[in-house]
């Protein structure tokens, strides 16, 4: 399938083909849901911790008499019921990773890419050239395809990088940092000629 190559201000520049068998797949939703829930979970630290009764420090000794009180027959000060007692049941340190294969990955890599070009939301741009790291420079661009949320994909440049990083809702990656996340989350995608052919390379 072919796609309109533009300039930054979003004038036709020229045609280019694109990969069928990457761009123009039947987009898998199930695979794309399972891929994304894995990234999350992958993200979690997993770093929450509580006592237990037998790991609060206290003494065990009884708080006071079985009968005559009226009140509830007591434990010791470790005990659940009392305050600063252990937790019932609390979390523990754990791993959240979810494993997902590189041919499953791939697959739901080339799902969310389709599902951009589908939506006519991946622009393909000749280059991102700047003159200087300015938050204005980027803001321009995105003016120029009316987009707010967006993805920017470039090979290497640290004006681009630091143009877009204080734009809320822009991120700006590397042809091998992205990902079925990023591209469903931020709607948008704008890539360079140059960070298509090396997208190319490492999905097909």
Do not use: W
Request: net charge positive; aromatic share 6%; with cysteine.
């Amino acid at each position: 399938m072919k796609l309109t190559v533009y300039d930054q201000k979003k004038k036709k520049m020229d045609d280019i083909e694109l990969q069928d068998s990457i761009f123009n797949t039947e987009v898998n939703v199930t695979l794309l849901h399972q891929v994304i829930q894995s990234h999350l979970a992958n993200a979690r630290s997993g770093n929450a911790s509580t006592k237990d009764s037998g790991e609060v420090s206290g003494s065990t000794r009884k708080l006071f008499k079985q009968k005559g009180t009226g009140n509830a027959r007591p434990g010791s000060i470790k005990s659940p019921l009392q305050y600063g007692g252990g937790i019932v049941f609390g979390p523990h340190p754990r791993s959240y990773t979810q494993k997902i294969n590189k041919k499953m990955y791939k697959s739901a890599l080339r799902s969310a890419l389709s599902d951009r070009v589908k939506s006519d939301n991946f622009f393909v741009v000749d280059s991102l050239k700047l003159s200087e790291p300015k938050t204005k420079n980027v803001s321009a661009i995105l003016k120029s395809f009316n987009i707010k949320k967006c993805l920017l994909v470039d090979v290497d440049n640290r004006e681009l990088t630091l143009s877009a990083r204080n734009i809320y809702g822009v991120k700006t990656v590397k042809p091998e940092q992205v990902n079925p996340y990023d591209l469903i989350k931020y709607e948008n995608v704008i890539v360079t000629k140059t960070a298509l052919n090396k997208m190319n390379e490492f999905i097909a």
